[in-house]
């Protein structure tokens, strides 16, 4: 047999601990699939006496995770710490210099410094492997750059944020609003230690640049996300939604424009009746649509020990056997420069606006529409409280330019109360 693949392994939360489970219990099935065995020879972690669950007396222990990543003992670093800035991008950048291959969870690294990062991979003869950062167990970094290679990518959409998932899922089936879910995710741990990067739509973003630069053959370009998270999304909103076919997801979505890289992740409105609209509680999917292969959608665990330590496995195996693809799928010096378009294609849009309960009142509003350009599709009112009525309106396809003038001038009026809602129906 071939001599081992010997892993740094670099954060023993419950990741880093999935990965040592998957190598103990399936360590004989791996080294026939990979052609030789693969083991870990040392870790890094904060705390040196913390209770794992787990016997880590057969690995060598560095306090320093940059000392890990240096090792002569170590081949490739596995990073699964977290984190941007500090101990996890100088442990990356530690063992790229030193040649070594890196496999990775951290998305949020890659996102802000994945060009850099493949570049200096690529100079060194190496590579970064990040199955792990987006959407959990889903293997959708391998779909892309190896499975769908041969298609042009036409359009890329996923639910990758479990948490947000799970707070839409909740107040839709118990009726709670948004705090009181918020609350309860965080009573179950789901949230992360900064509750934005969920419900934000920030860790959700993450994943999607590094997604759209796969499918596009462009730079990372997280800054060009148009990105708006779930805090504004009432019961109310949901139910109504519902009551038109509708459910509301978090919903990320990346396609070429003629105007250049569209990419947004906002709350968007998908049939019921769809893959996207039937997805419920932590899970994620992602759909991806190519010229030849039509429609194809993946779906599972986003996140979790298993499915993570899955994902990162996947990626070890793959370098164990020797298989080094560019970071993001062509060499990062031929990547292109990104030129982001902000929601330039069209849409349906689901509007509700409460209207004072005035003779004239739709009238005037859709005129607002009309001028704006927006053509209305369908549309249902509600029974009257406290003296206005909710009015919700369908529209046929509208820019997001034209449905935020429309909203302004209607808002201008004397008949519209409080704020209008104005959500996208993506056509999934
Ligand atoms: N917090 C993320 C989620 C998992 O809820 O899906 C890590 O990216």
């Known amino acids: 047999m071939p001599a081992p693949l010997r892993i740094g392994l670099a954060g023993l939360g419950t990741v880093g601990i999935g990965v040592i489970e998957i190598i103990q219990n399936h360590a004989e099935m791996i080294a026939m699939r990979a052609g030789r065995p693969i083991i870990i020879t040392a870790i890094s972690a904060r705390d040196p006496k913390r209770d794992r669950g787990i016997d880590l007396s057969g690995f060598a222990w560095e306090d320093d995770p940059v000392a890990l990543a240096r090792r002569d003992d170590v081949d490739i670093l596995v990073e699964v710490m977290g984190g941007h800035e500090g101990a996890a991008r100088a442990a990356t950048e530690a063992a790229l210099e030193a040649g070594k291959d890196v496999v990775t969870a951290n998305k949020a690294l890659l996102a802000h410094y994945g060009q850099a990062l493949a570049e200096k991979a690529e100079a060194a003869g190496c ?202 799928g062509i060499p990062a010096t031929k990547l292109a420069e990104t030129v982001s378009a902000h929601s330039a294609a069209p849409s349906a849009w689901y509007l509700r606006i409460r209207l004072v309960d005035k003779p004239g009142a739709l009238a005037k509003v859709a005129t607002k529409l009309g001028d704006a350009g927006v053509s209305i599709n369908r549309m249902r009112q509600y029974g009257h409280s406290d003296g206005d009525a909710p009015v919700l309106i369908v529209t046929h396809k509208a820019t997001r330019d034209d449905i935020l003038t429309a909203m302004a001038a209607a808002r201008a009026t004397n008949v519209v109360v409080g704020e209008p809602v104005a959500l996208r129906i993506e056509d999934v």
């Open 127 to 328: 590579t970064i492997r990040f199955e792990a950062a987006v959407a959990g167990g889903i293997p959708i970094i391998k779909s892309l750059t190896e499975g769908l290679a041969g298609n042009s990518i036409r359009r890329v959409m996923g639910v990758m944020n479990g948490t947000c998932n799970y707070i839409l899922t909740r107040m839709e089936d118990a009726g709670l609003p948004y705090e009181m879910v918020f609350e309860e995710a965080r009573a179950l741990g789901y949230l992360e230690a900064d509750p934005n990067l969920d419900v934000g739509g920030i860790d959700a973003s993450h994943k999607l640049s590094l997604l759209s630069s796969i499918a596009f053959g462009t730079k990372v370009a997280f800054d060009g996300i148009e990105m708006e998270g779930i805090g504004a999304i009432s019961v109310d909103d949901i139910q109504r939604a519902g009551d038109m076919g509708y459910r509301i997801k978090l919903l990320g979505v990346a396609q070429m424009t003629g105007r250049g890289l569209e990419q947004r992740m906002t709350p968007c409105l998908v049939p019921q009746d769809s893959p996207l609209g039937q997805l419920s509680g932590g899970t994620n999917m992602v759909v991806v649509e190519g010229d030849a292969v039509g429609q194809i959608v993946l779906r599972g665990a986003g996140a979790g020990r298993g499915p993570t330590a899955s994902a990162v496995m996947g990626d070890v195996i793959d370098l164990a056997r020797g298989i080094r693809t560019p970071v993001f």
